[in-house]
């Protein structure tokens, strides 16, 4: 990734352990405002444990990660929170509560300490509802929500919080076709317009339209990391995914095909 200028998110020799399971043991990365960090790897390789350690909600073995220049264990909560937003692989609802008041919940960081939600609050939770077509259901109970619903509510939050870097655990689950590429197309605008983003995907086409850096984790503690064309090869993921794979180019799109 490029060294020069201002890096939003940096990753100095990191290394991550889960139990006594390494996920990986030196990665050094640098995200720029304006790029999209695509993590991929088999089930249990560790993509959520290093989204999470380039959160900073986990901590890590070795090595640092700075947001904007700064450690991540030097940022205030709140502070963080306005910078990075982070969207889990799932979010049990316990209790009942309306779309709209779950989307402001992404406004949270903005708000002063005894503040209400303003006007613009909700102006910017109701247009991050358009965005992932659910204005029309502000109203609903988030328990009667389907699957696919449930995870565009999910992905609003994150959108009304507005933060510099987006880091996405797995956007697309229970997402249709046209929502799936909805998603990827409003978080690649958003990079256009400056923004950072990180998101683990599982489908490798996808990742190949929508990656400019690719880290895959084979399950070992091993990691390839580079551009998307450098990391997105059939020989490398075949070993990874222990399955082999076919690397097609159609109509100038990579397409990858189970053999
Ligand atoms: N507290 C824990 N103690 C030990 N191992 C754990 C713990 N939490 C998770 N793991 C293991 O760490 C590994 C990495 O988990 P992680 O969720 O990061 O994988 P992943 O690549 O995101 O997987 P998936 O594609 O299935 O979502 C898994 O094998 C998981 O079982």
Redesign the pocket.
Known sequence: MKSDAYALLEADDLAVQ????W?CCDLSLRLMPGERLV?I????????????ALAGLRDVQRGEVRLQGRALAEWPGRELAQVRGVQP?SQPDWFAATVMETALVGRHPHLGRWAWESGDDVRIAHEALICMGLDHMGERNILTLSGGERQRLAIASLLAQQPDLYLL??PLSHLDLHYQMAVLAHFSALAQAGAGVVM?L?DLNLAARFADHVVL?D?SGKMVSGTADEVLQADVLSAAFGHPLRRHVIEGQVAFLLE
Do not use: F
């Not at 889960?18 to 399971?21: F, L």
């Not at 790897?41 to 999470?52: C, D, F, Q, V």
């Open positions: 889960i139990g006594e399971r996920i993590l790897g088999p089930n249990g390789a560790g993509k959520t444990t290093l989204l999470h692989q655990d797995e683990v599982h984790l399950g």
